[in-house]
């Protein structure tokens, strides 16, 4: 989702907490770009083994290539096919720490009496199946150790209806549902669950409306919206969660949207 606002706050920038993922393994899905980039690299500059996994090959390529310095394992695959999840989780070994569910992807902004099948259970199959299909396979190796820390990137469409299309909504709001029933089931074992909500933020998705109902409905809605954020402010907002500076925080949907969902 776009925005008319600034860019960043002035005088932001990221502050790394050295060794705060100190012998930890990470995954983070949809790791090539944006807020999944964003995580890799704050994770790894503070210590933390990365699994990161795109389905775009040559991102992670690019990735690698420019942070030779850090424990970056790159793993081309989709979240939406049981296989690619297999390779992803196995590339921890038997130890992982924690798990980033950013990758995703956008509808067309429709409404429910315009949306197709096909673009329906496309974005189902990889926003929720995918998310869950990465969380059940992590789960073995955080019960042994009795620990992990998941985070689910949801949106503020898992939070309004104003945000986006049927399709891009309804999955965000599953993924709210999984993520606190995953926190709650759990908890008993030491695992904790929560997602971030962003509104816009600078990545490279461009989505461009398949409706004019929610073109009508939306554009006046996203011209009052809050600014873009960086994919780094995100990124404090995950690793927040994921870490252990949050021991006591399990099931919580916490807004990054500079206000968007109080307005």
């Not at 770009?33 to 995580?39: K, P, Q, R, T």
């Not at 945000?163 to 074992?189: D, M, N, Q």
């Not at 816009?200 to 939306?218: P, Y």
């Not at 919206?225 to 994919?231: G, I, Y």
Request: proline content about 5%; hydrophobic content about 45%; overall charge negative.
């Amino acid at each position: 989702m776009s925005s008319t606002g600034t860019d960043r706050p002035e005088g932001f920038r990221e502050r790394p907490i050295p060794g705060r993922f100190a012998s930890q393994t990470v995954i983070v899905t949809g790791a090539g770009s944006g807020i999944g980039l964003a995580v890799a690299l704050r994770v790894a500059r503070e210590g933390g083994r990365v699994i990161a996994a795109d389905r775009d090959a040559a991102r992670l390529d690019a990735l690698r290539a420019a942070h030779p310095d850090l424990d970056l394992v790159a793993v081309a695959g989709d979240i939406g096919e049981e296989a690619d999840v297999r390779r992803i989780v196995d590339a921890c070994g038997g130890r992982c720490d924690g798990l980033v569910n950013n990758a995703g992807i956008m509808d067309g902004f429709e409404p429910a009496g315009e949306v197709s099948d096909e673009r329906w259970e496309r974005v189902l199959r990889v926003n929720v199946t995918g998310t869950m299909r990465m969380t059940r396979a992590v789960l073995p190796r955080m019960l042994e150790a009795r620990r992990g820390s998941i985070v689910n990137v949801v949106s503020v469409a898992g939070l309004v209806g104003g945000a986006a299309g049927a399709a891009y909504t309804t999955s965000k709001h599953a993924v709210i549902g999984l993520t606190r029933s995953t926190a709650f089931l759990y908890e008993p074992e030491g695992i904790r669950c929560n997602a971030v909500a962003p509104a816009g933020v600078a990545t490279n998705i461009e989505v461009a409306f398949a409706s004019q109902r929610a073109e009508a409905r939306l554009t006046p809605r996203m011209q009052v919206a809050t600014r873009q954020a960086q994919p780094e402010e995100t990124a404090a907002a995950i690793t927040f969660l994921l870490s252990d500076d949050s021991p006591n925080v399990n099931g919580a949907i916490l807004p990054s949207d500079g206000g968007w969902t109080a307005f």
